[in-house]
């Protein structure tokens, strides 16, 4: 859906009777959240989540439909106008389904309690949405559902979602509590509801899907008496006011000749968790309030970047990028700071905050270090979570959502985020995240003890060998820096070494990476191009991919092909090689190609800047305004792959700015090619100004650089120096130059 027909739109239901004053609520300050366009990502693979929210909440309410499919994993997709209900809690960006969990749904008459069918509408609840009436901007929603004729607007604060409901038809209307559906591979285990008030329903909802162990309390409160609540129970008869099974439904029977207001408060806890939320996050009923006061989070939040650009074009492709870094990780505490442990008990952070929803092989590589530039304030708690969940599950989280750890994706992710949370001076008890780190290295699970064995993952022991030894060879390489900046030379000189199995895996003869069984041999057949998903030496990606996945050792990726100009000849072929894959289940994943390099996931996003590293920092300039102009864009399709929980969108913030952290945990950024004359972060120390002279599609190559007003000679910008503010000033021209002192 394109600006105009969302500023169109959203201008006519105001007039229709809306209510919504959110576009006058910031008259006094910059109005960035009018270049949000939720849509962009909703079409495509780019699995995004629509529906209001606020940053890092727990609530994400939005619409789900009906399929449950691989790019419905957020629950909504641009192709498809159907609505089961809207479920207080979301996904963003991923490529496995969860949550959607606690749904409501108005309705008028009769009705089928189930999921349904598209070609019968009779079989379920779901109702078309008339997508002409839909609005969404950050922190509220909105849309008309042609089914029951009942106009929907829904907004939320961290812990709440807030939903008005106008029915059109005044007689036999409800509101249904779904707590059967969820997302995709989510099913329930357990559920409970009551009426606990003329006005208040309570329960729970227990489920098993990605993350195996999931609980929601909730408690939700209706803005004018429930006439009658009729439960189903395992698709029995219906029983009023209360009900525990496996599969509940629950119909609050509503007057309807005024608008309908439902507050649904929910907690990882307890059900009196979820009155507390309630209580201090949204007492009243000020509907109109509660979208302007998620509005001014959104402002203060994308305010920590101001830039300027001739065309808003560009400026809804950045804030819209800059959204999505901050829909996840959710706060998964409640407000008395009770949270749902790695260990399956109940704790309370003792003044720190627990997120979840943690993508970790994504965000290592752009979004977290994103969020330590402009969230410094939340580093203290993202890092306690973190090293928390290691003592409560023996480990760094991998993927970890509502207290469970998925593992999913390969490596041990979470360690390097912690790794560069250590070296950026963010973490207080350096001893205990240094044991966390190297304990969670020297497992033996998911593959490590063969790693261990054999000194790299033999392919004939473990499928995705070689993407496997890479990303734990990366992480070992992260553990080495932290033990260097704690002066544990024994253990820097060992990870280090081990963060070198990767060399096991190099062809002199052919220049890539491949499989090597326990004998020594190549794995045979070889094709670069090819690719079985999940199903051969590499995960989401192939051999041209994964030959670069060596961001933490740059120089050992150097002796691995004899030179420099070896590699960069390597990897200008990477770039100009036939844009195919061959196989007959190729990966859906390796998208967004120019060549062989995949933008569309995560192993090829340090890559463009490894020409940076390697002295050539003109090249670095060309690919990455090439990526950013052509790869990200103002449409529903706007991402090249999956969001990946703000990874994508984080890439190109970075980017953007002019400098990305291609080594991971390094604590440094390297120089690419800024797109913007002028940007300034709003930092504790101060404003970070970049400034770009003389910057056009042209003059995307970097000729000086001053720092402070000095002129600045390195290739890259330690943390430390963008955390103390100042002003970074770039003279950009036509010409392709090295300017730095050579390492």
Same mark, same amino acid.
């Given at each position: 859906?394109?600006?105009?027909?969302?500023?169109?739109?959203?201008?006519?239901?105001?007039?229709?009777?809306?209510?919504?004053?959110?576009?006058?609520?910031?008259?006094?300050?910059?109005?960035?959240?009018?270049?949000?366009d939720p849509y962009i990502g909703s079409g495509g693979h780019g699995h995004v989540f629509v529906g209001a929210n606020v940053p890092y909440g727990l609530v994400q309410l939005?619409?789900?439909?009906?399929?449950?499919?691989?790019?419905?994993?957020?629950?909504?997709?641009?192709?498809?106008?159907?609505?089961?209900?809207?479920?207080?809690?979301?996904?963003?960006?991923?490529?496995?389904?969860?949550?959607?969990?606690?749904?409501?749904?108005?309705?008028?008459?009769?009705?089928?309690?189930?999921?349904?069918?598209?070609?019968?509408?009779?079989?379920?609840?779901?109702?078309?949405?008339?997508?002409?009436?839909?609005?969404?901007?950050?922190?509220?929603?909105?849309?008309?559902?042609?089914?029951?004729?009942?106009?929907?607007?829904?907004?939320?604060?961290? *812990?709440?979602?807030?939903?008005?409901?106008?029915?059109?038809?005044?007689?036999?209307?409800?509101?249904?509590?779904?707590?059967?559906?969820?997302?995709?591979?989510?099913?329930?285990?357990?559920?409970?509801?009551?009426?606990?008030?003329?006005?208040?329903?309570?329960?729970?909802?227990?489920?098993?899907?990605?993350?195996?162990?999931? *609980?929601?309390?909730?408690?939700?409160?209706?803005?004018?008496?429930?006439?009658?609540?009729?439960?189903?129970?395992?698709?029995?008869?219906?029983?009023?006011?209360?009900?525990?099974?496996?599969?509940?439904?629950?119909?609050?029977?509503?007057?309807?000749?005024?608008?309908?207001?439902?507050?649904?408060?929910?907690?990882?806890?307890?059900?009196?968790?979820? $009155?507390?939320?309630?209580?201090?996050?949204?007492?009243?009923?000020?509907?109109?309030?509660?979208?302007?006061?998620?509005?001014?989070?959104?402002?203060?939040?994308?305010?920590?970047?101001?830039?300027?650009?001739?065309?808003?074009?560009?400026?809804?492709?950045?804030?819209?990028?800059?959204?999505?870094?901050?829909?996840?990780?959710?706060?998964?505490?409640?407000?008395?700071?009770?949270?749902?442990?790695?260990?399956?008990?109940?704790?309370?952070?003792?003044?720190? $905050?627990?997120?979840?929803?943690?993508?970790?092989?994504?965000?290592?590589?752009?979004?977290?270090?994103?969020?330590?530039?402009?969230?410094?304030?939340?580093?203290?708690?993202?890092?306690?979570?973190?090293?928390?969940?290691?003592?409560?599950?023996?480990?760094?989280?991998?993927?970890?959502?509502?207290?469970?750890?998925?593992?999913?994706?390969?490596?041990?992710?979470?360690?390097?985020?912690?790794?560069?949370?250590?070296?950026?001076?963010?973490?207080?008890?350096?001893?205990?995240?240094?044991?966390?780190?190297?304990?969670?290295?020297?497992?033996?699970?998911?593959?490590?003890?063969?790693?261990?064995?054999?000194?790299?993952?033999?392919?004939?022991?473990?499928?995705?060998?070689?993407?496997?030894?890479?990303?734990?060879?990366?992480?070992?390489?992260?553990?080495?820096?932290?033990?260097?900046?704690?002066?544990?030379?024994?253990?820097?000189?060992?990870?280090?070494?081990?963060?070198?199995?990767?060399?096991?895996?190099?062809?002199?003869?052919?220049?890539?990476?491949?499989?090597?069984?326990?004998?020594?041999?190549?794995?045979?057949?070889?094709?670069?191009?090819?690719?079985?998903?999940?199903?051969?030496?590499?995960?989401?990606?192939?051999?041209?991919?994964?030959?670069?996945?060596?961001?933490?050792?740059?120089?050992?990726?150097?002796?691995?092909?004899?030179?420099?100009?070896?590699?960069?000849?390597?990897?200008?072929?990477?770039?100009?090689?036939?844009?195919?894959?061959?196989?007959?289940?190729?990966?859906?994943?390796?998208?967004?190609?120019?060549?062989?390099?995949?933008?569309?996931?995560?192993?090829?996003?340090?890559?463009?800047?490894?020409?940076?590293?390697?002295?050539?920092?003109?090249?670095?300039?060309? $690919?990455?305004?090439?990526?950013?102009?052509?790869?990200?864009?103002?449409?529903?399709?706007?991402?090249?792959?999956?969001?990946?929980?703000?990874?994508?969108?984080?890439?190109?913030?970075?980017?953007?700015?002019?400098?990305?952290?291609?080594e991971p945990a390094s604590a440094r950024y390297w120089f690419g090619s800024p797109l913007f004359d002028e940007v300034a972060l709003t930092l504790p120390a101060g404003e970070?100004?970049?400034?770009?002279?003389?910057?056009?599609?042209?003059?995307?190559?970097?000729?000086?650089?001053?720092?402070?007003?000095?002129?600045?000679?390195?290739?890259?910008?330690?943390?430390?120096?963008?955390?103390?503010?100042?002003?970074?000033?770039?003279?950009?021209?036509?010409?392709?130059?090295?300017?730095?002192?050579?390492?």
């Amino acid at each position: 859906m394109k600006k105009q027909l969302f500023v169109t739109t959203f201008c006519s239901l105001l007039l229709a009777g809306y209510g919504c004053s959110s576009p006058q609520a910031n008259d006094a300050v910059q109005d960035l959240t009018q270049y949000v366009d939720p849509y962009i990502g909703s079409g495509g693979h780019g699995h995004v989540f629509v529906g209001a929210n606020v940053p890092y909440g727990l609530v994400q309410l939005g619409p789900s439909s009906i399929p449950q499919e691989w790019d419905w994993t957020s629950g909504y997709h641009i192709s498809d106008s159907t609505v089961i209900g809207f479920p207080h809690m979301h996904l963003s960006g991923t490529g496995i389904g969860d949550l959607h969990d606690i749904t409501l749904m108005p309705v008028v008459g009769e009705v089928t309690y189930a999921r349904g069918v598209e070609s019968d509408q009779t079989s379920g609840l779901w109702s078309y949405s008339d997508r002409s009436k839909e609005v969404v901007k950050p922190g509220y929603y909105a849309t008309h559902l042609l089914r029951y004729d009942v106009d929907v607007e829904l907004t939320a604060t961290k *812990r709440v979602g807030f939903h008005k409901y106008t029915f059109n038809q005044k007689e036999n209307a409800a509101v249904v509590f779904d707590l059967q559906n969820g997302g995709c591979w989510d099913s329930p285990t357990k559920a409970y509801i009551n009426k606990v008030g003329e006005k208040t329903i309570e329960g729970y909802r227990y489920s098993s899907g990605w993350a195996t162990d999931q *609980r929601v309390f909730f408690v939700a409160e209706f803005s004018e008496p429930i006439t009658s609540l009729d439960v189903i129970v395992d698709r029995g008869e219906a029983v009023a006011d209360k009900g525990e099974g496996k599969i509940i439904y629950a119909r609050a029977n509503v007057d309807a000749q005024k608008p309908v207001y439902v507050k649904v408060a929910l907690s990882p806890t307890s059900i009196e968790n979820a $009155k507390l939320n309630m209580q201090t996050e949204l007492p009243g009923w000020d509907f109109e309030g509660t979208i302007a006061q998620a509005d001014q989070a959104w402002e203060k939040a994308l305010g920590k970047i101001n830039m300027e650009a001739s065309s808003d074009k560009t400026k809804k492709i950045f804030y819209t990028a800059l959204y999505h870094t901050m829909v996840a990780p959710s706060e998964f505490c409640d407000v008395n700071g009770d949270y749902y442990g790695a260990d399956h008990q109940m704790h309370n952070g003792e003044g720190y $905050k627990s997120y979840t929803t943690m993508s970790c092989w994504d965000t290592y590589r752009s979004a977290h270090p994103l969020m330590s530039i402009i969230h410094p304030e939340m580093m203290k708690d993202m890092m306690w979570a973190f090293v928390n969940i290691y003592k409560q599950q023996g480990k760094l989280p991998v993927w970890h959502l509502m207290g469970c750890e998925t593992d999913c994706m390969v490596g041990n992710p979470g360690v390097i985020i912690v790794a560069d949370g250590l070296n950026k001076g963010y973490i207080e008890d350096t001893e205990t995240a240094f044991e966390a780190l190297k304990n969670s290295v020297m497992l033996d699970d998911r593959g490590q003890d063969i790693r261990k064995q054999y000194g790299f993952i033999p392919y004939d022991k473990m499928k995705e060998s070689v993407a496997n030894d890479m990303e734990y060879a990366i992480a070992d390489g992260a553990v080495a820096l932290a033990a260097k900046k704690l002066g544990k030379t024994e253990d820097y000189e060992y990870f280090f070494k081990r963060s070198r199995s990767y060399m096991n895996f190099f062809d002199k003869e052919l220049g890539f990476m491949r499989g090597r069984g326990t004998k020594g041999e190549f794995h045979e057949p070889f094709n670069p191009f090819a690719s079985t998903h999940r199903d051969d030496d590499y995960c989401e990606g192939n051999a041209w991919q994964y030959t670069f996945l060596t961001p933490h050792d740059f120089e050992g990726l150097v002796e691995c092909f004899g030179s420099k100009e070896n590699l960069v000849k390597k990897m200008d072929e990477l770039f100009v090689a036939e844009a195919k894959l061959d196989g007959a289940h190729t990966s859906p994943d390796i998208s967004g190609l120019i060549g062989q390099y995949a933008h569309g996931n995560e192993p090829s996003h340090h890559t463009i800047y490894m020409y940076a590293l390697a002295g050539e920092p003109w090249k670095c300039a060309d $690919k990455v305004r090439e990526v950013l102009s052509t790869l990200y864009f103002d449409g529903e399709a706007g991402l090249s792959g999956n969001e990946d929980v703000g990874q994508m969108s984080a890439w190109y913030v970075m980017s953007a700015l002019g400098f990305y952290q291609a080594e991971p945990a390094s604590a440094r950024y390297w120089f690419g090619s800024p797109l913007f004359d002028e940007v300034a972060l709003t930092l504790p120390a101060g404003e970070f100004k970049v400034v770009a002279e003389n910057n056009s599609a042209e003059n995307r190559y970097i000729q000086r650089v001053w720092l402070n007003g000095e002129e600045y000679r390195k290739p890259y910008l330690e943390h430390s120096l963008v955390m103390q503010g100042g002003e970074l000033r770039f003279e950009m021209g036509a010409e392709p130059a090295l300017w730095y002192d050579g390492e």
